[in-house]
């Protein structure tokens, strides 16, 4: 019976490591969510000139990174929402050890 | 009688209008200011490149945006603490009327 709980609590371990995993990406992938937000928000109303740096950003250029980060934002909440997922099962996993 | 309550009336209009006026002030302030905050934040941590526009960007421009940001931010910040005042005052003399 020792070995066997053992086992166990090297499984228990070793979930708890993955979802301490799952958990870091979650949560850099809602900082990077809430970050891409803000940055579209500041481009949609930029006129001219970039809000930041103050260099001229003629439309074109600023609908190409409006284009390319709401592509970047899709896909980071893609991933998010799978992780979440993964999240669900693996605390799933460890409530039934 | 009339004449001076109708005088006080328009007292308290005037006043009214004037807090109102200065309220806006107040908002457009606080506004500028987080928005500031947050800009500097982004610069600060900016390395190479405007984080928004990713626009090549190098540390003697980017200080140069920091410390103007910086001045306008605290101008901003002494504007607003007068506009509060004046609200105070705004406030105590629609008390007292
Ligand atoms: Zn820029």
Known sequence: IDWLLS??????ERSRKKRDEVLKEINMLE???SDASDKLDRLSVARGACPLCG?????EHRVELI??????KKEAEKRLE????TLRR????ISEL
């Open 7 to 12: 086992k166990l609590e090297e499984q228990l």
């Open 67 to 72: 284009k390319r980060l709401s592509r970047e």
């Open 90 to 93: 693996i605390e799933q996993e």
């Open 82 to 85: 799978a992780r979440r997922d």
């Open 55 to 59: 260099r001229p950003l003629d439309d």
């Open 31 to 33: 900082q990077f969510i």
